[in-house]
């Protein structure tokens, strides 16, 4: 059975659009891990890591967690609070990413 796919809207904030040509928003298709999960968080910013990996090596670090200084908004709340990465995405999903204010 085909596994479930949604696409999602990415909504930048200026200081990352330099990485995509100053678009305000990309989009992906990800990909849900098996045909009863919705896609995920990090499986939207595994795509974004295919399509503009310099975008996504400025959300997320070396290990593969968000940045400490992003901030990213999901249905209204922060995705560390709805599960971080594992944080399932609701259909027609946009993303803010925002940076985190000290």
């Known amino acids: 059975m085909a596994r479930p796919v949604m696409l999602v809207v990415f909504v930048?904030?200026?200081?990352?659009?330099?990485?995509?040509?100053?678009?305000?928003?990309?989009?992906v298709f990800a990909v849900g891990r098996d045909r009863h999960s919705p896609p995920t968080l990090g499986a939207a910013l595994d795509v974004l890591r295919r399509t503009h990996p310099l975008l996504e090596?400025?959300?997320r670090d070396e290990y593969g967690r968000i940045r400490r200084h992003i901030s990213m908004i999901v249905c209204g709340e922060n995705a560390r609070g709805l599960?971080?990465?594992?944080?399932?995405?609701p259909p027609g999903a946009e993303v803010y990413v925002m940076p985190v204010l000290a």
């Open 83 to 89: 599960g971080g990465l594992d944080c399932a995405l």
């Open 12 to 27: 930048l904030p200026a200081v990352l659009r330099r990485w995509v040509s100053g678009r305000t928003e990309v989009k």
């Open 57 to 59: 090596e400025r959300i």
